[in-house]
DNA sequence: GATGCTAGTTAGATTGATCCAATGGACGCA
DNA sequence: TGCGTCCATTGGATCAATCTAACTAGCATC
């Protein structure tokens, strides 16, 4: 039997530097990859460490110094697959630049947010890059007094660094294919929480519909999850009149959605087109395959932390917005022209 | 525009104790709801704590106790569904547990791995939830001195803490519903990585086929991704003699294999029965759906956490070994008996 | 010979909480 | 009153790093 957690004493700075024979502020600076320790030292310190098998120990420089190179994930759902890969971009760039992660859901609930903030700021994490649960008001975001980049959705009235999808100008791209398609009466699904990304969302809508003509779409407030999705067959039924373009706030909706509608007897693609958001890896394996707009939710992981990257750099520069170009996929799920092609928007 | 990081001192304890009017020592033990302190005591000093704006540095008290009340995820892809789900159900009871999770990804390679592991060991994690990465070795485990349970796999030799499911039950009753179909030719596809989950998967598949006298499965050696998926199609082509079953090592797999499959002209359901393992959502909207070995990803997440938390209360305990049951879900892609119901096994 | 400069190194203070041993006061009991 | 318990509280040491300012050579300059 191997034992388990041997309550041996790591070596500390002291030990390394008795061993190397200079003093613990050196070994410390060879450590941090100061330029000021010369060469000869350097490489003598490092095998000292070596030797006695130092691990560094970064509570302590925490309570010194100012930095732990560790930076606040704070999404809404792990599992959702949308999530699962902006996560999983984030965790990959953070991974690059020496920071390691600290991983929270929300839920898209304010009190657990808070929960998890508290926690996170207990840590003296670096940053945070956040999904702001609904609801959640500028002052809570500012008066964390730490770095923090919003992705996907914004708080109202906080105006800091950001990384998202081009909502309006996709979905509008969007509208206008399922519009030439011959579609005219359109119905959103996923107006049941309205945060900012949502709103971008309904706003492109609208603004298409308005543009052609058209009147504005039905609302439909479910959450945007596959729960919402499975309400949303029986909420059509009940609609005074038959639409024939459902847009759904999220590829996860539209999940759940196109089996429960089949079920209920629409023919999805014919009689019904449905869109989703986002265009991850199911989207592609679902039948019919559907049709929706890409918006490379690793990507905005990846260029979220790389904005928390250069904030710590630089607490004092302008704030940055980066609103990432979407892509319409056009696949079998709106039928009309484009079947199975894919165009760019 | 509001101040961005302020530079101002954070309250310590001193403060606290000094409104208060008590010593550091009293208010440290209030913090940690010690039970030590008289009632009426406790309630000034958490008044104070509220009056100062006090906020507890995690930091400095790992420096002095042993605990950090943190705990590090190190899976072997996030934006795998399946470990997505995982994932979820281990950072949700964590955070019930008042710990944080620090997240990191191997993407099954062990030098990424060892890199993970050094920083959750800088960091002073209480313990470790892992996946282990192909390739590791017992030392590597054993060597960390902190409590490590293990998830889905098992590194050979290591006689630690591990949850994970029925895989060899699992899939024996999944071949045995394949055979009382009338499948006969077994391919089984995902074996590039042969870690302890896919052997035991293996293993379950070939007892099934011994016991009804029929041939061993001929092995796919791809890595139980979508890639992997897709390589399927063509690898089936070029086979011999023609399959019948085709036995995914996951759900990703079978998912990217069953359009790849269907271009190139088979009929999934009908000459050739597709299955994977996991359930995990997506299983269900597939077209033919999926028929699969129910895992429950998220339930393997709670259960490891708890055998984690188990482990921090009392290092001293036995291992456990939590293997948990599975179901089988039996839908369209594997055509014969049951057709779109469910079955237990 | 005094002075200034630079590169490399260092001693000692500091960070904010916990641990430990000690202390003061209230209480019970002979 | 005196003594032993028990409870609540406390001062000081401690954890392992970083920070600050100072120091030492070595060399060039005036």
């Not at 060879?30 to 560094?56: H, I, K, N, W």
């Not at 020496?98 to 508290?118: E, K, M, N, S, V």
């Not at 929706?292 to 750099?313: D, K, N, S």
Request: some cysteine; charged content about 25%.
């Amino acid at each position: 039997m191997a034992p388990r957690h041997p309550e041996t004493r790591r070596p500390t700075l002291t030990e390394v530097a008795a061993e190397a024979g200079v003093s613990r502020a050196t070994v410390s600076l060879v450590l941090r990859d100061s330029p000021l320790v010369a060469a000869a030292t350097r490489a003598r310190v490092q095998a000292a460490a070596e030797a006695v098998g130092y691990l560094y120990n970064r509570g302590a420089a925490t309570l010194r110094a100012a930095r732990t190179k560790t930076a606040g994930l704070l999404v809404t759902e792990i599992d959702n697959p949308f999530f699962a890969e902006l996560v999983a971009g984030a965790e990959a760039a953070l991974d690059a630049a020496g920071y390691i992660a600290f991983l929270a859901a929300t839920g898209d609930c304010r009190d657990r947010q808070g929960r998890a903030l508290r926690r996170l700021r207990e840590q003296r994490v670096d940053g945070i890059l956040l999904c702001p649960a609904i609801g959640t008001r500028a002052e809570e975001i500012a008066g964390l007094g730490l770095p923090c980049v919003q992705a996907m959705r914004r708080t109202p009235g906080l105006a800091g660094d950001f990384a998202g999808p081009a909502n309006r100008e996709g979905v509008e791209a969007l509208a206008g294919h399922l519009i030439a398609g011959g579609r005219r009466r359109f119905v959103f699904a996923g107006a049941g929480m309205l945060h900012s990304g949502v709103r971008e969302r309904l706003d492109g809508l609208r603004r298409a519909l308005r543009r052609h003509g058209l009147p504005p779409p039905v609302l439909l407030r479910v959450p945007g999850t596959r729960a919402g999705g499975e309400a949303v067959a029986r909420l059509l039924a009940d609609l005074p009149e038959r639409p024939d373009a459902l847009v759904c706030v999220n590829d996860v909706l539209a999940f759940a959605a196109i089996p429960a509608l089949q079920r209920a007897g629409w023919e999805i693609g014919g009689d019904l087109a449905v869109t989703g958001i986002g265009d991850v890896a199911e989207a592609a394996t679902i039948r019919p395959a559907l049709t929706t707009l890409r918006t490379e939710p690793r990507r905005i992981g990846e260029t979220a932390v790389r904005l928390l990257l250069r904030r710590l750099q630089d607490p004092a520069a302008a704030a940055e917005q980066a609103i990432l170009p979407t892509r319409l996929v056009v696949r079998e799920s709106c039928g009309g022209a484009g079947n199975l092609a894919m165009s760019d928007c």
